[in-house]
């Protein structure tokens, strides 16, 4: 088993900035891929970001290419997601996830706030 534990998020004007970070533990070698999506009120949970464990492989939706930047250090086991140039509309719960080769977001964080006032 593997369990993803977050950090980061909060209150932030618009334009600003604010890092989320997730640390693996456990059976954390079983990774090969972690990402973040982020849910809004009465919303489906979408895909933010994406990182090849091995590979470094990253992707991105659409609507944070160029603002978001996803990154990670395999010696602690933590993925990162830089945001910058935070709009309202970026407002959600985001949450770190974790993938097995065989099972694609097998494993999710608890999620962390992000709130972006305009």
């Known amino acids: 088993q593997v369990q993803l534990v977050q950090s980061g998020g909060g209150l932030v004007q618009a334009g600003g900035s604010l890092t989320l970070s997730c640390s693996a533990s456990?059976?954390?070698?079983?990774?090969?891929?972690m990402g973040w999506f982020r849910q809004t009120p009465g919303k489906e949970r979408e895909f933010v970001a994406r990182i090849g464990w091995t590979s470094g492989n990253t992707l991105y939706a659409d609507g944070v290419k160029g603002r978001f930047t996803i990154s990670k250090d395999n010696a602690k086991n933590t993925v990162y997601l830089q945001m910058n140039s935070l709009k309202a509309e970026d407002t959600a719960v985001y949450y770190c996830?974790?993938?097995?080769?065989?099972?694609?977001?097998?494993?999710w964080g608890k999620g962390t706030q992000v709130t972006v006032s305009s």
């Open positions: 456990g059976r954390a070698f079983s990774i090969y891929a």
């Open positions: 996830t974790g993938s097995r080769l065989t099972h694609e977001n097998a494993y």
